[in-house]
C-alpha cells in the first residue's frame, strides 16, 4: 500500500553566528558610546562618597552609570582600581603639580596650602574626599590605593622638582601636615579649626610647608 503524505522537508539551518570578541562585551544601548568611561568614573566618585569603600560595589557603579558591570572590568578592573580611578579625578595630578610647582619655589608653601584646600573647601570634591581618608582609615585596600596615589602619582612629582636633600621625605612632610589638617577641619570637624576661614590657616600653614620643600 503505498503511502501518499507529502515528503518531510528538512528544517532550514540556523546562521551561524559572529564569535564576541574576548575582553570586551558586546556594545548595548546602555553603553551610552565614548561618554562611557567618564560616566563610570563619575559615578565612583559619587558611589564611594556616598557608601564608604566596603558598601560600594562594582555591580553598583555600573547602575548608577548606566552600563553593564562587565563594562566596568573592561575600563577599570578591580574594585580597587575602580577606586583608584575615582580619587584620581578628585585630586587630579596634572591640575595639581603644575599649580604648586608651576611658579618655582618661592611661595610654593603657600600655592600647596592653597590648592589643597581649595579642593577641600570644594563641595563637589570635599565629599569624596572624606570618604577617602574615612575608607583608607578602616580599610587596607582603600588605604593602599590613597598610598600608591599620594605618594607615586603627586608627591614624587612634586618631589622632582624641588632641589634639597631627601626630596621625597620633605614633600610627605608636607603632605602629612596637611592630610592632618584636612581630617581635623573636615572629617572631625574640631574646633575652632573647623569654622577658620580658609585664608587664615593657608598664612598659618604656608611658612611651615615652605620650610618643608626649600630649606637645605
Known sequence: MSDDRPARQPEPQAEPQPRRRRGRPARTASDGGPGA???IRLAAREEFAARGYDKTSVRGVAKAAGVDPALVHHYFGTKEDLFAAAVEITLDPA???PAVIGEGLDGVGERLARFFLGVWENPTTRAPL???VRSA???EAAAKVLRQFVLRRLLER?????EVPRPELRAELAA???IGVAILRYVVQVEPLASAEPEEIVALVAPTLQRYLTEA
Open 130 to 132: 572624606v570618604a577617602t
Open 158 to 162: 612634586i618631589a622632582r622638582e624641588l
Open 37 to 39: 568611561q567618564e560616566r
Open 95 to 97: 591640575l595639581a603639580v
Open 176 to 178: 602629612s601636615h596637611m
Open 137 to 139: 582609615m578602616t580599610h
